[in-house]
């Protein structure tokens, strides 16, 4: 399987191009952040950053998708933080898609390169740092972890999208995930993951769930049933689902569709609203 790893592009579109022709869409129920929109004037520095800068895709928003945020974070070689994380209770996913990460967690030094990928506990005092010669390019998704009665936090986990198979959905050997720690693990609340659709893979029904999303494009290219609407996706969009939000894809192209997925998952409802 070839793996490729899109990233935000940057930079500025030409004075020439047509702002309503950039396909961006926010509704009630989903949005989408194509990555033509996706330029260097809406990134963002962060406190306890060098050398770091990010795209911040998807934060909690009220009466929208409340549990993640997600990030498109770029770190220049030397850059880094001893302190990511401002939130303690935090817990993060980390796939890196170009350089190299050199991550300390709970006293565990760990290098990733391309495809690799990190779960991060809550309260795990981990850091991150560039310590090669090419800018750095990961996908961070930061949720706070829920405590539940009996569960105690998830150990971390370090892996890669190369070291683990795709498990393929009942009846097909076209459309799987790629799981990153096992899903019958109650201690985890969020399941980060990447999903694989071979060329004429489909969702063959419209999933409607309790389930938040982000789904970030990572290869390839579909036509992708959001709410009501059907919308072509590619490399670098976004696509941000708020629960109950109805989805569905196909699959176009030669080569394999693959997204970055999130969603929130192994807990009760809280009965309180806000």
């Known amino acids: 399987m070839t793996r490729t790893y899109a990233f935000p592009p940057g930079g500025l579109p030409a004075q020439t191009e047509e702002p309503a022709q950039s396909g961006a869409i926010f509704t009630e129920a989903y949005a989408f952040i194509p990555a ?46 001893t302190a990511p994380d401002p939130d303690p209770g935090s817990e993060a996913a980390l796939l890196i898609v170009a350089g190299e990460a050199t991550i300390t967690i709970a006293g565990e030094v760990h290098v990733l390169t391309r495809g690799g990928y990190a779960y991060v506990p809550p309260r795990s005092g981990w850091t991150l740092r560039n310590a090669g010669t090419t800018p750095l390019r990961f996908h961070w998704i930061r949720k706070r972890w829920q405590p539940a009665p009996g569960l105690t936090p998830p150990d971390p986990v370090i892996a890669s999208d190369a070291g683990n198979p795709v498990h393929w959905m009942e009846n097909t050997d076209l459309w799987g995930t790629t799981r990153f720690h096992d899903p019958a693990d109650l201690r985890h609340d969020m399941h980060v993951n990447i999903v694989t659709f071979r060329p004429g893979g489909r969702i063959p029904l419209a999933e409607t769930h309790v389930m938040e999303h982000g789904l970030y494009v990572l290869q390839g290219t579909a036509r992708y049933l959001l709410n009501r609407d059907w919308v072509t996706v590619g490399p670098g969009d976004f ?36």
Request: aromatic residues 14%; charged residues 15%.
């Open 36 to 81: 033509a929109v996706q330029c260097s004037i809406v990134t963002s520095l962060f406190p306890g950053w060098e050398g770091a800068h990010g795209w911040i895709l998807a934060r909690p928003l009220s009466g929208f998708a409340e549990t993640f945020a997600q990030y498109a974070m770029e770190v220049t070689p030397g850059g880094g933080s």
């Open 239 to 274: 696509m941000w689902l708020r629960a109950f939000c109805p989805q569905a894809c196909f699959a176009t192209g030669s080569e394999d569709f693959r997204y970055l997925l999130y969603k929130d998952v192994n807990r009760h409802p809280s009965l309180s609203i806000g």
